[in-house]
């Protein structure tokens, strides 16, 4: 008598769901901001070929020894030292203002828009780290290097082109680096134990 009549489950139209989520997926990777990673911009030198090594002997005078133990703590040239009085060590190092017998010898090179100029060309910084000294503490002792010649190389452009090292041209940047080029040398990590990363 009573007949049950059966009800139909109405269906969702999901046609535009697939669009939906491509657009949320494009909108929060152009909203959103991604970590990027810290590096320091060096230029490494051309491979060398591998039979033919020379040793080059440099004069302790020329050469200002830092080093990074397994703890973080710095050393320059065997005294403990910030890193701010890193960067002052840097400028009175490759400066050399007052030509002092126990710092950098200079040398006299014909330099593009300079003329006949003193060049600090023969120093060099020699880093040495342990295995265990953390990242952080590494960036820093490099940027405190940058800050030292970055600090000389404004002072000259000041100086010879009256204004500072960052609104100079690019010619006039390559000349001032002629004058204070970066001479840094990395020895290999020692195999020390100890420090927390």
């Known amino acids: 008598m009573f007949r049950r009549r059966s009800r139909e489950v109405p269906v969702l139209n999901t046609t535009s769901t697939a669009d939906i989520s491509f657009m949320l997926l494009i909108f929060f990777l152009v909203t959103s901001s991604m970590d990027t990673d810290q590096g320091l911009p060096r230029q490494l030198p051309p491979p060398e070929d591998s039979t033919l090594v020379e040793e080059v002997h440099v004069k302790d005078r020329n050469v200002l020894e830092l080093q990074l133990d397994a703890y973080d703590r710095l050393t320059c040239n065997g005294e403990p030292a910030t890193y701010d009085e890193l960067a002052l060590r840097v400028v009175e190092f490759v400066g050399n203002a007052s030509n002092s017998p126990s710092l950098p010898e200079k040398s006299q090179r014909e330099v593009y828009l300079m003329g006949l100029t003193e060049v600090s060309d023969r120093h060099v ?26 600090h000389l190389r ?17 010619e006039q940047r390559e000349a001032i680096a002629m004058v204070y080029p970066q001479r840094i040398s990395e020895q290999l990590p020692r195999d020390e134990k100890g420090g927390e990363q």
């Open 154 to 170: 404004n002072e000259l452009a000041k100086h010879r082109f009256g204004q500072s090292y960052a609104q100079c041209s690019q």
């Open 125 to 150: 910084i020699s880093v040495q780290i342990d295995r265990q000294t953390t990242y952080n503490a590494y960036f820093r002792m490099q940027n405190a290097i940058v800050k030292g010649y970055y």
